[in-house]
């Protein structure tokens, strides 16, 4: 059980950091700040209790410094995902237009390297 000021919610993977212990999990119940997960792992809780090696002070890590590619991003609404379809959705087009050109550019190219011969046997009756 952990306690959180926005906890998870249920479904969403977990990583906690606690001294030298990291503990993934998935939550299982959450329940105002409070939820529960189920860890990946089993682990041993008397490093947790004792506290960091050596009485050294613990790293503390913040969210919120972190650079911005190494956050997460969970999406919770539709609009999340339509965000991602758009983006998907204008790759896809890009994409067949650039294949579609590239097929025209090597017509075009084929066609005006035949020999000129060849072109005007071509449009005799």
Do not use: C
Not at 51 to 67: S, W
């Amino acid at each position: 059980m952990a306690e959180a000021e926005n906890p998870p919610s249920r479904g969403h993977y977990i990583e906690i950091r606690r001294y030298d212990q990291i503990m993934v999990g998935r939550v299982v119940w959450q329940n105002g700040q409070k939820f529960g997960a189920v860890l990946a792992h089993e682990i041993d809780i008397g490093p947790i209790e004792k506290g960091p090696r050596g009485g050294e002070k613990a790293e503390r890590r913040n969210y919120d410094l972190r650079e911005p590619e190494s956050q997460v991003r969970i999406m919770h609404s539709p609009a999340d995902w339509r965000q991602i379809g758009a983006i998907f959705e204008k790759s896809a087009v890009l994409i067949f237009g650039l294949i579609m050109a590239g097929i025209m550019l090597f017509m075009a190219y084929e066609a005006s390297t035949q020999p000129l011969s060849g072109i005007e046997q071509a449009l005799k009756p």
